[in-house]
T-cell receptor
């Protein structure tokens, strides 16, 4: 169990640029979640996958955000035409699926995005 | 819109006291409830999960769930300065804003 891995750890970019983040979940976990967190707030749910299927996406999520998990393993989160308000920590989490109840999530260390 | 509400605090308790953290949620059909701890600059880490009404104890931590009242709580007994952190309530996949706990030595 190597834990959830996120890359890069930090990303600094200019407003208007596109950015892509990667998340590698714990290998036997088939659920993968993306969150955004700003200072003083809890993690804000963005989207989640079960295997390669994107099962839920926040209604608050701008269409500039897109996520994929093409083979049911790693996932990418892309933000197009970044804005100042996109500056945040982007957290990825994974969990096993199964049963009527959700399982606890295991978080990666996050990718901190700074928009200049 | 599913919501999870927490008092943002800070909640200050003296060392050795019991800290009581509370959370309410909006989705009556929710079945899974989690408490995470987050230290400043770190990612959330799981403390407890609870699926059934009643109490669940793990060491110094007790989670309490009342589905009729849509209420979840976390009790921390014998609080230590190292417990000072933000405690996040989650009703998967939605998180509350967290309650900041300060344990005073």
């Amino acid at each position: 169990d190597t834990g959830v891995s996120q890359d890069p750890r930090h990303k600094i970019t200019k407003r208007g640029q596109n950015v892509t983040f990667r998340c590698d979940p714990i290998s036997e976990h088939n659920r993968l979640y993306w969150y955004r967190q700003t200072l003083g707030q809890g993690p804000e749910f963005l989207t989640y996958f079960q295997n390669e299927a994107q099962l839920e996406k926040s209604r608050l999520l701008s269409d500039r955000f897109s996520a994929e998990r093409p083979k049911g393993s790693f996932s990418t989160l892309e933000i197009q035409r970044t804005e100042q308000g996109d500056s945040a920590m982007y957290l990825c989490a994974s969990s096993p699926a199964g049963g009527p109840s959700n399982q606890p999530q295991h978080f990666g260390d996050g990718t901190r995005l700074s928009i200049l | 819109q599913k919501e999870v509400e927490q008092n943002s605090g800070p909640l200050s308790v003296p060392e050795g006291a019991i800290a009581s953290l509370n959370c309410t949620y909006s989705d009556r059909g929710s079945q899974s409830f989690f408490w995470y701890r987050q230290y400043s600059g770190k990612s959330p880490e799981l403390i407890m999960f609870i699926y059934s009404n009643g109490d669940k104890e793990d060491g110094r931590f007790t989670a309490q769930l009342n589905k009729a009242s849509q209420y979840v709580s976390l009790l921390i007994r014998d609080s230590q300065p190292s417990d000072s952190a933000t405690y996040l309530c989650a009703v998967n996949p939605i998180f509350g804003t967290g309650t900041r706990l300060k344990v005073l030595a």
